[in-house]
T-cell receptor, first 112, second 115 residues
């Protein structure tokens, strides 16, 4: 069945460092891919998405490219800020079923 | 603000009790999803309703049930509560356009504490 594998955290970086959070997936069909972010004490918010192969989603300096050949959707940011400290979830949209599948989440802590 | 509302925000109850969590989706969204988020298990999909009909079930216990009403709001009922049911419960809604499921929008969650 469909699945999402996300790198384990926590990830601790200094401000202005480069961020990569790995996400790979297994899926039948051509699902959409998402990154959600959860700030402390809040619900999940959509960060970015891509709906087909080679699409690049971007928002707030974050980017991720839908790579069908490597079944990956890695999240990157060139220069992180303290305010980016949160938990990041990779998610697979439904494809032939009605179920979204979320990764386990990666906690990011950015130090000033 | 995602446009999804959940009540109550916090709930404290005792083992063996029953509670009802409520969710109102974004205006126009027909789909409602329920998730449980606990410290040790991440975000677990419970159940999905579309326009009043159950569409998918995840790791939902038999003690838990849900429904979606004609006005599209949804309720998650948790009964015979156990300590391990303490968690954050999120509701999300989405639209379905052109045969494809769109982004989910999450509510702020209900934090349930079972003592």
């Amino acid at each position: 069945g469909n699945s999402v594998t996300q790198m384990e955290g926590p990830v601790t970086l200094s401000e202005e460092a480069f961020l990569t959070i790995n996400c790979t997936y297994t899926a039948t069909g051509y699902p959409s891919l998402f990154w959600y972010v959860q700030y402390p004490g809040e619900g999940l918010q959509l960060l970015l998405k891509a709906t087909k192969a080679d699409d690049k989603g971007s928002n707030k300096g974050f980017e991720a490219t839908y790579r069908k050949e490597t079944t990956s959707f890695h999240l990157e940011k060139g220069s992180v800020q303290v305010s980016d400290s949160a938990v990041y979830f990779c998610a697979l949209g439904p494809s032939g079923t009605y179920k979204y599948i979320f990764g386990t989440g990666t906690r990011l802590k950015v130090l000033a | 603000d995602s446009g999804v509302t959940q009540t109550p925000k916090h709930l404290i109850t005792a083992t063996g009790q029953r509670v009802t969590l409520r969710c109102s989706p974004r205006s126009g969204d027909l789909s409602v999803y329920w998730y449980q988020q606990s410290l040790d298990q991440g975000l677990q999909f419970l159940i999905h309703y579309y326009n009043g009909e159950e569409r998918a079930k995840g790791n939902i216990l038999e003690r838990f049930s849900a429904q979606q009403f004609p006005d599209l709001h949804s309720e998650l009922n948790l009964s015979s509560l156990e300590l391990g049911d303490s968690a954050l419960y999120f509701c999300a809604s989405s639209a379905r356009t052109s045969g494809k499921w769109e982004t989910q929008y999450f509510g702020p969650g209900t934090r349930l504490l079972v003592l």
